[in-house]
């Protein structure tokens, strides 16, 4: 392998470790995958499940450091050798110029320096793993913060395994963080430990935001758009003084979500304004589009009030003629009309997105878009 061919190799080798790592497609899930046995079901027992994981990363880290250091070390002899008679270096050819048998040395020294490293960090992680799994886990620090909140961990372990088994709760993802709130419990995942708080001893603070743009498909086979998301910080810290605080990232769309779960107070200290959510985002430009479309004449009683949301008064007709006509009397009103309309979109694409799709009416089989919604006014007298 020449120097070129070396190169590719590293550069290729890199690539596709922090592909796995961080779940970029097609590796997506394959250490979940190939650790499938060993670490179980996450949905079951979310604890272990997560201790494991952890473990597992440590272990593949180690074997890409180590690995990748014998393949440094066999691709350059020089380096081996120094490594093996580091006081006694020769070079093969005794006649080189002064300059360039201190540049050749300097080199070599880095590969030696390069390769210890290397293996050094792979030893570290191996070390790390014995010790975390030593007598059930009694040095890991998710056994230490669980011995925190109680004596027996493994009641606490239960308890979390228990309210994540349940179907209420809610999880979102970002990159390769997982954030999930229960009952009871604010729960983060990384790469390698799990994070969590008790949300009666927590307190919760909006602490930084920030804007970050993607190209991003809207559907397949479209061009990409380009699209704005807020990522909000939020500092976690318990009212435990051995449990150290964590800060949670999360987009403000997920953050909306959690705040259906989230019992605690969440302060915003610097007055950082959130964005709305999509539904919301949404709503604004229906409301808008239905304004400014031709109106229905239908003549209302006074108690006749949406079936949806039984305040608002039935002011959203569906006119739409083609491909089948709907002759259903107004039921709705605009608000929960353009709810309906919202939830029967694919969630994946934006509110713009969305102002172009179609649904289902809700009390007959036809088809509408947003451009055959009319306000019910009421006829002249």
């Known amino acids: 392998m020449n120097d070129k061919e070396f190169v590719l190799f590293s550069l290729m080798y890199w690539m596709v470790v922090t592909a796995v790592v961080f779940k970029v497609p097609p590796f997506s899930y394959t250490l979940d995958s190939i650790w499938r046995k060993f670490l179980g079901n996450e949905g079951l027992h979310f604890v272990n499940y997560h201790i494991k994981r952890g473990l597992v990363m440590l272990i593949m880290l180690a074997l890409v450091f180590i690995s990748y250091a014998i393949a440094f070390a066999i691709h350059s002899p020089l380096v081996l050798e120094s490594m093996m008679h580091f006081n006694n270096l020769q070079t093969e050819d005794s006649n080189v110029e002064a300059g360039n048998e201190q540049e050749l040395s300097l080199a070599t020294i880095s590969g030696v320096i390069l390769v210890y490293v290397l293996g050094g960090c792979g030893l570290t992680f191996l070390l790390t793993v014995l010790?975390?799994?030593?007598?059930?886990?009694?040095?890991?620090?998710?056994?230490?913060?669980?011995?925190?909140?109680?004596?027996?961990?493994?009641?606490?372990?239960?308890?979390?395994?228990?309210?994540?088994?349940?179907?209420?709760?809610?999880?979102?993802?970002?990159?390769?963080?997982?954030?999930?709130?229960?009952?009871?419990?604010?729960?983060?995942?990384?790469?390698?430990?799990?994070?969590?708080?008790?949300?009666?001893?927590?307190?919760?603070?909006?602490?930084?935001?920030?804007?970050?743009?993607?190209?991003?498909?809207?559907?397949?086979?479209?061009?990409?758009?380009?699209r704005s998301r807020q990522l909000i910080r939020i500092r976690?810290?318990?009212?435990?003084?051995?449990?150290?605080?964590?800060a949670v990232l999360v987009t403000s769309d997920q953050y909306h979500q959690l705040q259906l779960k989230i019992t605690t107070h969440v302060q915003n200290i610097h007055n950082i304004i959130l964005r709305q959510t999509p539904n919301d985002h949404f709503l604004a430009q229906f409301r808008n589009a239905v304004q400014q479309h031709a109106k229905y004449e239908f003549l209302l009683e006074t108690d006749d009030m949406c079936i949806g949301c039984k305040s608002h008064p039935q002011?959203?007709?569906?006119?739409?003629?083609?491909?089948?006509?709907?002759?259903?009397?107004p039921f709705f009103c605009v608000d929960c009309l353009g709810r309906w309309f919202a939830s029967r979109q694919d969630q994946n694409l934006s509110?713009?997105?969305?102002?172009?799709?179609?649904?289902?009416?809700?009390?007959?089989?036809?088809?509408?878009?947003?451009?055959?919604?009319?306000?019910?006014?009421?006829?002249?007298?």
């Open 131 to 226: 010790i975390w799994t030593y007598d059930e886990y009694k040095y890991h620090p998710t056994r230490a913060a669980l011995e925190f909140h109680s004596t027996d961990w493994r009641q606490v372990m239960r308890s979390i395994n228990a309210e994540y088994r349940n179907p209420d709760k809610i999880s979102v993802p970002i990159g390769y963080h997982q954030v999930s709130v229960t009952d009871s419990w604010l729960l983060q995942t990384n790469l390698f430990l799990l994070n969590f708080a008790l949300q009666d001893d927590a307190d919760f603070s909006i602490v930084d935001s920030t804007d970050v743009t993607s190209m991003e498909h809207e559907t397949a086979g479209q061009a990409a758009v380009l």
């Open 236 to 246: 976690v810290t318990t009212l435990n003084p051995n449990m150290k605080e964590f």
């Open 315 to 329: 002011n959203a007709k569906i006119v739409v003629q083609e491909p089948k006509p709907c002759s259903c009397r």
């Open 351 to 381: 509110p713009e997105a969305w102002m172009r799709g179609r649904a289902k009416c809700p009390t007959c089989p036809a088809q509408f878009m947003v451009t055959d919604i009319a306000e019910v006014i009421q006829p002249d007298a």
